[in-house]
């Protein structure tokens, strides 16, 4: 862009041309660059079928020729039998949609997830260790079978639930592509015939016109005035003629193909059919997304480090305490049953089910604000994101055109461009305004669609291309009912705008009474405009156009095109009533009217504006920590400019051009150190390496990628993959999605994007808005942050769990805990307050700080494992044995009188076991009194588990600072743990198969001192992380 | 947990809620669950029981319990304290199982003796005249008679209430003895005796889940 000095934007005004096409490039670039990322991508055999498929040679045939090789004809097109034939060889013309993962493996695959696989493992061990004890002793307690099943239920009711969860979310999605079955019209037996497209066959041949899409690769026989939008093909966005004509080698530069699922702007042509379905090129392309394989997500890779971290204190705990139990002579047998009993105890059950709740809970809160998850993980992954691939058009922009400058009186005056305009506020006294209000209403051929008085002027729906609907919509708010005022200035002749010309005109009657001239008003390319013109009105009074008012326009001119946007020029004449009576009959063919010396009046531009949330979120992006890059298949000048106004690139920052252009040096003498901010174009991109690019993407902070194609975004998406980053990837097309399956995490558009890109993402925006994705990454953090506290609330009472057991075998005390007795705190009393932590609000600003580090921030760290461990956990172990030893020693037996009597305690035979009083027992008395125990324990667990509960929905605030009050469901979870905890103690106390017994109310506050000792020092230990930060304390104490 | 300690009375323990009604137990210990096996003509056989039968009655010797007092029959001996005596339990009252006139326990005759008494329960004072009836089921047409010492099985109430271990040390439970008469030759006799609380409302004979509530049964096989 550098070589043609100020480039400013010319103005197109043709045809069906969408908001994808705001610019004018050099489009073969593209098509360079999409075989070059072919040949890079070599190694992968698809490519290689694909750079081979692109060699077809039928551009090079003539119509004779094709007709022999496609057993056709060009005149009558194939007989039906013909095309049945080949349709039943071909199948039918349409992409097959990426192989579906079969239901049943998506189902069993959400069963051997990470987490699952250690309650696998779990219930196997269980079912081992009951066969090892059946094996000695027949009539052997039952339960590990229990366990053991009720680990596997866990496994598979979990499955059940995410499974139904990521369905619902395909649901939503499936909702979005009802697809209108395309047509197409074929010669087949010498008749036009409408037929779904999807049943084109090779040889047929098509008629397509303006606005039709090309219904498969063809080979044009002739056109007529035909132009392609290949952007969904290339990324190029500006329109490509097509013609007859053989003009280049290359199968994707020459004239005469057209390409499946582009579209056709203008003009009629008639094609050969070439290919079909997934043998097009775009079918190709598409299937590339397959090849790409799926990232891991990172909580998949923090679960499967948890999993081990579980794994690892588990079996060594086992281990020791099977060295131990031989040591101590038990039975080799008894050992094992000890070890796999250990390493059972350590399988958090609830967690996997908590997990998954936790994580289905922000996948609908985030469904609220429009991010549709399809993976759970996903969830988690937005939230560690560290750089965003953003699209422009439509993700970060409006999409939609939108008058945003106008000059006259020599001044530019900004309009309001945000979503809702309801009135401009610019100085709209001027004569001059009058006047190009005028001309900006009548010179405009789009209409409003009939029957929307009532939808609010931005949302009506509007016939006419982009601009000319920014025109119509933008006088509609100044000047209230448009279509009135064209009625009133009746329209007599009009030159619709043609490429050619680069202008559009009209002439209409005036609704002046008085006045009986007719007023020519013309729009089209400023300087096109300007060379129409003698004059210029100033303040409402027309004055010669002299080189100083000339000078004047210029600038303006460049300054509008400089902030990228589409300028255009507005004059005006009125015709002389003597030459132009009435009755005049203007033929628009003769141009039987002058079209020289009119009067200029002003300048208009337009932009499609970012979206007024936007900035605001790539503020929050940056404080974040989040690089946000810029990819677009648009102007450099117009991405530029939507990034500086977005902040993507911000206001005091330059690019090496920028700074060149202000010393006035060349590029190559610039400091790169002294640019921020970088604009790499597609071309730039194709010639760099992989270190030049690594250094572009490590050294700039803020980077535009302009005119790159989309292929080209999967390099760049891997470039980001290569400095560690997580990287979000927007896309749309079909074409993006390698690179948002590539991506760590993919977003497709739920509005623009294709099925295919919906298909290979992992998150839909529901309303294309990059504001959403910052609400996803906030979203995505918290919930991070939270399962940190869900994990470490959760692991706690896995060590007053374990505990027991130890004790148990080492002291030899009855069974202080019994196995059913972990389930119902696993599953029971600890569920609802592990998912109420999901719903704690952050501690601090957590859109201020970086993304956390892949590989050095985890889940759950050493600190969180060593502190729930071993402080918390061994606090709350001794608060519960306090519970146990007080109920048996009040019972008659003291501690002393427990240790070692596990045998005695345990066999059948003994029914006379004397307590600490001389006291006997029975042994169904003594188990009752055990189940007592099993009881008191999980009171004294549960007690204190309400406190940790409590101190762990902070981690470095205190909980005043949080607020005791503010999350709701916090009180939901204690209060259910306290009403489970009553309905086993009393309203199940007689079902003695459930080992709970009625338990005198006053030990429920045995370990109420624990509980509150426990508080009192994790805000001991709070406040020491806040009072020396970065202290040895804060680094081993803070998780 | 030291201060859980300290609220602990030395004497007797807070709740009794979990043994509101005794179990009961035989002596000598069986080693396999409840089953006597023995043949009268080896010694070796049943010397273990017997050895067990005058470990258990070492308390009961008349030279242990000289310094107990001699309490009236029939009634309870409620006491205040703070000394607490224990009751003479004669061993006379056992009779033929009393081990004085038959050191073997009549194993060596046939006629085994097995010793049934009521776990201590601190506290517990029964009603109405609780007795130990016990009730013998034989294989075939054999038939068994079982006799009780004391006489049909009576406790006496004197014996109730117990103080603990620590208030009461050298209390003696009291005991009934049955005594088995087969009559039959055949052999190996095998007779399941079940024995049970009667005669008094707050002692339980019968609970669902525990079978050594009030009750107690085992078998005997005699070999030739």
């Known amino acids: ?1039 | 947990m030291w201060v859980m300690l300290q609220t602990l009375n030395d004497e007797v323990p807070k709740y009794r809620d979990q043994i509101s009604s005794p179990g009961l137990t035989v002596f000598p210990k069986p080693v396999t669950a409840l089953e006597y096996s023995f043949s009268v003509s080896e010694p070796e056989s049943y010397k273990g029981y017997i050895e067990d039968l005058k470990k258990f009655l070492t308390p009961y010797a008349s030279e242990a319990q000289k310094n107990l007092k001699v309490c009236t029959d029939g009634a309870l001996s409620e006491q205040k304290g703070p000394v607490y005596e224990a009751c003479q339990f004669p061993l006379n009252l056992l009779e033929a199982c009393s081990g004085e006139n038959d050191p073997e326990f009549g194993y060596s005759q046939g006629h085994p003796c097995i010793l049934v008494k009521m776990n201590r329960i601190i506290g517990l004072k029964p009603q109405g005249q609780p007795r130990i009836e016990c009730t013998g089921n034989s294989k075939g047409e054999n038939t068994t008679t079982l006799l009780a010492y004391p006489p049909e099985g009576n406790i006496d109430l004197k014996y109730f209430p117990y103080y603990g271990k620590k208030l009461h040390a050298s209390y003696l439970q009291p005991l009934v003895a049955v005594q088995l008469n087969y009559t039959a030759s055949s052999t190996p006799k095998e007779v399941t005796v079940e024995c049970k609380i009667v005669g008094s409302k707050n002692l339980k004979n019968y609970d669902d889940r525990d079978k050594f509530l009030g009750r107690v049964a085992f078998k005997i096989t005699m070999r030739a």
């Open chain 1, 1 to 1039: 862009m550098g070589q043609k000095t100020p480039r400013i934007y010319s103005v197109e005004l043709n045809g069906a041309k969408d908001m994808k096409q705001t610019d004018k490039g050099d489009g073969k670039d593209k098509y360079r660059g999409l075989q070059d990322n072919c040949l890079e991508l070599r190694n992968n055999q698809r490519q290689e079928h694909l750079t081979k498929e692109i060699d077809l040679d039928d551009h090079k045939l003539s119509n004779k020729e094709l007709e022999t090789k496609y057993h056709t004809n060009i005149v009558t097109g194939l007989s039906s039998t013909q095309a049945a034939e080949l349709l039943a060889r071909d199948g039918p013309n349409a992409l097959s949609p990426p192989k579906e993962t079969p239901e049943i493996i998506k189902f069993l695959k959400q069963m051997v997830g990470g987490f699952s696989i250690l309650l696998w493992a779990g219930a196997i061990l269980c079912w081992i260790a009951y066969g090892i004890q059946y094996s000695s002793d027949k009539s052997s307690s039952l339960d590990n079978v229990y366990l053991g099943t009720v680990l596997a239920l866990v496994v598979i009711l979990t499955g059940i639930f995410a499974y139904y969860q990521e369905a619902k979310s395909t649901n939503i999605m499936a909702s979005f592509s009802k697809m209108i079955p395309q047509q197409a019209l074929v010669i087949r037996d010498s008749e036009k015939k409408i037929i779904p497209a999807e049943q084109l066959v090779v040889g047929d041949i098509v008629e397509i016109k303006g606005g039709d899409q090309i219904p498969a690769d063809i080979r044009l026989l002739f056109a007529q005035g035909c132009k392609v939008d290949n952007s969904s093909l290339t990324g190029e966005s500006e329109p490509q003629s097509r013609s007859c004509e053989f003009t280049h080698d290359d199968p994707l530069e020459t004239k005469n193909i057209g390409f499946y699922s582009t579209t056709c702007l203008e003009g009629t042509a008639t094609g050969m059919v070439i290919n079909t379905g997934d043998r097009t090129i775009i079918g190709q392309i598409a299937s590339l997304a397959s090849g790409v394989g799926n990232e891991k997500t990172p909580i998949a890779i923090e679960i499967k480090h948890f999993v081990h971290i579980v794994a690892g204190v588990a079996i060594s705990i086992g281990v020791l305490f099977f060295i131990i139990a031989v040591s101590m002579k038990y039975r080799v047998l008894d050992s094992i049953i000890f070890l796999i009993g250990i390493i059972v105890a350590n399988v958090p059950e609830g967690l996997l089910a908590t997990v998954t709740v936790t994580l289905s809970l922000t996948a609908k809160r985030m469904a609220k604000k429009n991010c549709l998850v399809k993976n759970l993980e996903a969830v988690e992954t937005l939230g560690s994101t560290s750089i965003i691939c953003s699209d422009k058009t439509g993700t970060l922009t409006q999409n939609r055109m939108t008058v945003a400058h106008l000059w006259f009186d020599n001044q530019i005056f900004m309009a309001d461009t945000s979503e809702d305009q309801l009135k401009q506020t610019f100085d709209q006294s001027s004569g001059t305004w009058a006047s190009l209000s005028k001309i900006i209403a009548l010179c405009n051929r789009a209409e409003f669609r009939p029957g929307q008085e009532r939808v609010p002027i931005m949302k009506r729906v509007v016939v006419g291309d982009a601009s000319e609907t920014a025109l119509l919509k933008f006088s509609e708010v100044v000047l209230g009912d448009v279509m009135e005022i064209r009625k009133r200035n009746h329209k007599v002749a009009e030159i619709p705008f043609n490429s050619t010309n680069k202008f559009q005109l009209s002439i209409h009657k005036t609704d002046d009474p008085i006045d009986k001239r007719f007023l020519m008003v013309m729009k089209g390319a400023p300087e096109k405009v300007l060379e129409k013109c003698s004059t210029i009105m100033v303040n409402g009074q027309e004055q010669p156009l002299n080189n100083s008012t000339a000078e004047a326009f210029y600038t303006a001119y460049m300054e509008l095109g400089g902030l990228g946007e589409r300028v255009l020029g507005f004059c005006h004449l009125y015709l002389p009533a003597d030459e132009f009576p009435e009755t005049y009959s203007f033929d628009v063919d003769a141009m039987n009217f002058p079209m020289s010396d009119l009067c200029f009046v002003g300048l208009l531009s337009m932009i499609d504006p970012p979206r007024s949330t936007v900035p605001d979120a790539i503020t929050k992006c940056r404080s974040a920590g989040i690089k946000v890059i810029m990819v677009t298949g648009d102007h450099p000048i117009t991405a530029k400019a939507i990034a500086k106004s977005v902040g993507i690139i911000s206001a005091n920052s330059e690019t090496v051009e920028d700074i060149a252009k202000r010393l006035n040096i060349a590029v190559e003498q610039v400091n790169k150190q002294d640019a921020k901010a970088a604009v790499v174009t597609g071309m730039e991109l194709k010639d760099m390496s992989e270190d030049q690019l690594d250094e572009v993407l490590t050294s700039y902070p803020e980077i535009v990628f302009a005119r790159t194609s989309p292929q080209q975004k999967l390099i760049i998406v891997e470039g980001c993959q290569r400095q560690d980053a997580v990287v979000a990837v927007t896309g749309d097309g079909v074409n993006d999605s390698p690179a948002l399956k590539k991506a760590d995490i993919g977003i497709a558009m739920g509005i623009a994007g294709s099925d295919a890109a919906k298909n290979a993402a992992d998150m839909v925006l529901l309303d294309d808005n990059f504001a959403s994705i910052v609400t996803g990454v906030e979203e995505g953090r918290l919930i991070f942050d939270n399962l940190k506290k869900t994990i470490a609330y959760t692991l706690t009472k896995n060590i007053a769990e374990l505990c027991p057991f130890l004790i148990y075998i080492i002291v030899g005390v009855p069974l202080p805990l019994g196995t059913i007795t972990i389930l119902f705190i696993d599953l029971g009393t600890d569920i609802v307050p592990s998912i109420a932590l999901a719903y704690e609000k952050a501690e601090s600003d957590i859109m201020n700080r970086k993304p956390r580090h892949k590989k050095e921030d985890r889940l759950v760290n050493k600190p969180l494992a060593v502190y729930s461990y071993l402080h918390i956990g061994i606090m709350q172990s001794l608060g519960a044995f306090l519970v146990y030893f007080t109920v048996y020693a009040q019972e008659g037996f003291r501690p002393s009188t427990l240790i070692n009597l596990r045998v005695e305690w345990e066999k059948d035979s003994v029914n006379n076991l004397e307590d600490s009083y001389g006291q006997e027992w029975t042994r169904y008395q003594r188990k009752y009194l055990e189940w007592t125990g099993y009881t008191a324990f999980f009171i004294g667990i549960m007690v204190q588990q309400i406190a940790d509960l409590i101190i762990r929905k902070t981690r470095r605030n205190s909980i005043f600072q949080q607020g005791l009050f503010r999350n709701k469901v916090i009180w939901v979870g204690i209060a259910s743990q306290i009403i489970i905890a009553l309905i086993l103690s009393y309203g199940l106390g007689s079902i003695t198969a459930l080992n709970f017994t009625m338990l005198r109310p006053q030990y429920w506050f045995v370990a109420v001192p624990h509980a509150i000792l426990i508080w009192v020092y994790d805000e001991v230990r709070k406040l020491f992380i806040r009072l020396y930060p970065g202290s040895w304390w804060d680094k081993n104490m803070y998780y």
